[in-house]
């Protein structure tokens, strides 16, 4: 444990002069509350490795809870009150089934919950298809998540401190605690010396799943949603949490205070590089070297090693922030806007292209451009990077949104700390933002693609449409008048099912498999995401269908080589260089006054003169790339 007091130290120490307002009471405050639905799961699981046991289930239960509570409230009409207590309920239940099949039929905790892992998570996909987004919960339920108490303090401190200090009895001031320890050493030894091993696992599984149903109360209040991703890998990063806190994964060692160090080791660590502008993704790469450095203090039992490690981590921060400050920065003769621009996901390829745009633009108007957001798809690690922003004291947040009732909130609060707040690519509600950048309006999309599907099947035929996420604003919107251009202009042309892919090119391969086998009436498939179109063509050229036709939206750099071999017949996009270099001029010219609301159109360098149609910037009409012109374009 004193090692780890070293390197949180050597953290605290680093972030303070990397990161804009790291030392700050608010942002003490705001670390706390980052670190709330994590924190609980992880003192659920201190006494659970106490034991020498692990529950995998605790991340799935969270969105089986979710969903539940949604369901309850939206569906059933139930008081929130009531369906707390109803969470609840199955979150012990769900504990139960854990602890039986554990306890009484001592099957190895790993396999059992490694089984309701998958059972959890499947039901709430399965009663919601992975789709339903369950949103407009009473102020007061939101309170819990969203709320400060005095205005400073976050209302989850009170839960999490109350939870905190319950386990921190059980685990060390009861003689329920002390057993736990006993059974970790040796579950038969413990049965010899008269423990009730299969009560007390019992209690650790249904107080674990407790725990995991109190905290997706927490998390869909914290949200604004609840939706069957709840929880998505929090279970991993809770049992990091726990091991780093000094708890043996084999049992028989372990305390509630080094979990709450480890956790806070963690939330540090996440909170101090996004205020460093460092990106996400080196959170863990950095973990692991934590994880890995206290470990080996801790084994070797050398004081002495502790600096040299600290000053490792140290060094490797510093680093990393001076090689992020120089690719971000670009100076200027007057004051620098500092923007935050986010992806939906910043490994797809569409964002990656948006970004050069982005950063052409940074360099001519002499902004500081931080270019941040989740990996995949995640409207929580949305909102926790705009936490992220809105203490930096950024000037202005550019967000393609990936759920629109989720971050909304958040952008409000940046919104009301004198932030402007810019949407691009997928929009916010209207009162969380400033301006939209749209790349061009869903209406002129949905009748692009549709106007191209007929004229590719000519007029009549069945066709499916594989999307990114079934929860995706804007795609949804797309979709939409898709539907609608096709009830009024062609009725003889039939949409047989819509595929999520989850912006991923394999899943867009395997969802279009499976539509080729279960609909062979199928002529056409419809991507409407960057990966799905070339996804969908590979498959369609596997299957050795030449009857069957690939069109969408997508990159021409991703579908250059299927247009020219014939696989997809036309791409449906903008420019989207255009698209990034329009969203940092619409964020220069807000915050400098240059764009105003009522303006009718705006200048936006090379891009010229667009159209602002009420609070929305156009870039402009779709273009389409065909086999005959796909080669003049690089993106």
Not at 495 to 519: C, G, H, M, N, W
Request: net charge positive; glycine share 12%; hydrophobic share 50%.
């Amino acid at each position: 444990m004193n090692s780890l007091l070293i390197l949180l130290a050597v953290e605290i120490a680093v972030f303070s002069f990397t990161g804009a307002n790291f030392w700050s009471v608010a942002n003490g405050f705001e670390i706390v509350r980052l670190g709330a639905e994590l924190g609980l799961l992880a003192l659920a699981l201190t006494p659970v490795l106490l034991t020498g046991g692990i529950d995998l289930s605790v991340g799935s239960m969270m969105g089986l809870c979710a969903v539940s509570f949604g369901a309850l409230w939206h569906d059933l009409g139930v008081p929130v009150a009531a369906c707390v207590v109803l969470v609840l309920l199955i979150g012990a239940l769900g504990g139960g089934l854990n602890a039986l099949l554990i306890a009484r039929f001592r099957i190895t905790p790993l396999i059992v919950t490694l089984g309701t892992y998958s059972l959890f998570r499947g039901i709430a996909e399965g009663v919601t298809g992975g789709a339903v987004n369950y949103t407009g919960f009473p102020p007061g339920f939101l309170f819990l998540g969203q709320g400060y108490a005095g205005g400073v303090i976050p209302a989850q401190l009170f839960v999490l401190a109350a939870v905190a200090a319950a386990y921190w009895i059980l685990v060390h001031r009861s003689a329920i605690g002390r057993t736990l320890a006993a059974i970790g050493f040796s579950p038969e030894g413990a049965r010899y010396a008269g423990i009730p091993v299969s009560r007390r696992l019992t209690l650790i599984y249904i107080l674990s799943g407790l725990t995991a149903s109190l905290t997706a109360v927490i998390y869909v209040s914290h949200l604004g949603q609840a939706k069957s991703d709840a929880g998505l890998g929090y279970e991993l990063v809770a049992i990091t949490a726990v091991v780093l806190g000094g708890t043996s994964i084999f049992g028989g060692r372990g305390t509630v205070t080094g979990t709450l160090l480890g956790l806070f080791a963690i939330v540090i660590l996440q909170n101090g590089l996004r205020l460093s502008a460092l990106p996400a993704e080196l959170t863990g790469v950095l973990m692991g070297i934590l994880l890995i450095a206290t470990i080996l203090l801790e084994r070797a039992k050398h004081p002495r090693l502790a600096p040299l490690l600290g000053a490792a981590l140290a060094v490797t921060i510093a680093i990393a922030a001076f090689s992020a400050h120089g690719r971000n920065s670009t100076p200027s003769a007057g004051r620098r806007i500092v923007a935050g621009l986010m992806p939906k996901a910043k490994g797809d390829p569409y964002f990656v292209s948006c970004r050069k745009g982005a950063e052409e633009a940074a360099r001519a108007l002499g902004v500081e451009l931080i270019w941040d957001g989740p990996t995949e798809l995640d409207p929580a690690k949305q909102n926790e990077v705009v936490e992220g922003w809105i203490t930096k004291g950024v000037d202005v947040i550019a967000v393609s949104v990936e759920n629109r009732a989720a971050i909304s909130t958040v952008l409000r609060k940046a919104r009301s700390r004198g932030i402007k707040v810019i949407a691009w690519d997928a929009d916010a509600e209207p009162d969380a933002r400033d301006f939209f950048v749209n790349q061009a309006t869903p209406e002129g999309i949905g009748y692009a693609l549709t106007d191209q599907a007929a004229k590719e099947l000519g007029g009549k035929g069945e066709f499916a449409i594989i999307t990114g996420a079934l929860s995706s604003a804007n795609q949804n919107e797309w979709i939409k008048h898709i539907k609608a251009r096709l009830a009024e202009k062609y009725p003889a042309i039939k949409l047989l099912t819509i595929e999520p892919s989850d912006d991923d090119r394999d899943k867009a391969f395997a969802r279009t498999q499976t539509v080729l086998k279960v609909y062979p009436q199928a002529k056409l498939i419809m991507g409407i995401a960057a990966p799905a179109v070339p996804g969908a063509a590979e498959a369609v050229k596997q299957s050795g269908r030449t009857d069957v036709k690939v069109i969408g939206l997508s990159l021409p750099s991703l579908c250059r080589p299927y247009v020219h071999a014939g696989f997809i017949d036309a791409v449906i996009l903008w420019n989207t260089y255009d698209l990034g270099y329009l969203t940092v001029y619409t964020a220069d010219g807000l915050v400098r006054g240059r764009l105003k609301p009522g303006a009718a159109s705006y200048e936006a360098g090379r891009v010229g003169k667009v159209e602002v149609r009420g609070d929305q910037v156009i870039l402009g009409k779709p273009f389409t790339f065909t086999r005959e012109n796909i080669d003049r374009f690089e993106f």
